[in-house]
């Protein structure tokens, strides 16, 4: 059974920054991809960033050049970077991995931006 944990969401006044980390209990190279989606209160999830197994990365056009996602592979880690964080990327953010038909899903952490 794969699991992704999430870490270090919280709560950031406007123009913060934040790093959530996603460790799996397998490498990240056994995933087609691997990421992170959100989801506020009232909305779908939506894709937030991804990125490919051969490297490629993939983020949501709101997102586009204030967050970075990156991997560690020898600590099984993926990262998101959010700089000059607003209000509207208050959400809960989950960590998701895709193997093939199968997608896995962490428990999601907090991001709470004030104004």
């Known amino acids: 059974q794969v699991q992704l944990v999430e870490s270090g969401g919280g709560l950031v006044q406007a123009g913060g920054s934040l790093r959530l980390s996603c460790v799996a209990s397998e490498s990240i190279l056994s995933f087609d991809y691997i990421g992170w989606n959100r989801q506020a209160p009232g909305n779908e999830r939506e894709l937030v960033a991804h990125?490919?197994?051969?490297?490629?990365?993939n983020y949501a056009e709101s997102v586009k050049g204030r967050f970075t996602i990156s991997r560690d592979y020898a600590e099984k880690t993926v990262y998101l970077r959010m700089n000059s964080l607003q209000p509207e990327d208050t959400a809960v953010y989950y960590c998701n991995a895709v193997r093939g038909a199968i997608t896995y899903w962490g428990q999601g952490t907090q991001v709470t931006v004030s104004s």
């Open positions: 990125l490919s197994s051969g490297g490629n990365t």
